[in-house]
């Protein structure tokens, strides 16, 4: 069974940076992915997305901000935040995009980030 760990989260100040990692367990390699986020009383969105051919995707909120990448040879994916902001501020997961089946969620990772 595939087992997802997020780990990165911090306290950061707006306009600072973050790098989130997802590290995956029970797989060969890491295929389709994406991070989402959710805040506090609000439904968890996808933020970015990456195809086994490293096409990415990201929402409008975070577009030119955050880039997905991923190694295989480490089964993770990476979530790089650039210029944060207050609303960034929600515990981020990573699973398969909406459109593939899910796995089993992770724990998620904090990020706050002060204004």
């Known amino acids: 069974q595939v087992q997802l760990v997020e780990s990165g989260g911090a306290l950061v100040q707006a306009g600072g940076s973050l790098r989130l990692s997802c590290t995956a367990s029970?797989?060969?390699?890491?295929?389709?992915m994406a991070w989402y986020r959710q805040a506090p009383g609000k439904q968890r969105e996808v933020v970015a997305a990456?195809?086994?051919?490293?096409?990415?995707n990201y929402s409008d909120s975070v577009k030119g901000r955050f880039t997905i990448s991923r190694d295989n040879n480490v089964r993770t994916v990476y979530l790089q935040m650039n210029t944060l902001k207050p609303d960034d501020t929600a515990v981020y997961y990573c699973?398969?995009?909406?459109?593939?089946?899910?796995?089993?969620w992770g724990q998620g990772t904090q990020v706050t980030v002060s204004s």
């Open positions: 699973n398969a995009p909406p459109m593939f089946t899910s796995f089993p």
């Open positions: 029970g797989t060969i390699r890491i295929k389709n």
């Open positions: 990456i195809t086994t051919d490293d096409t990415t």
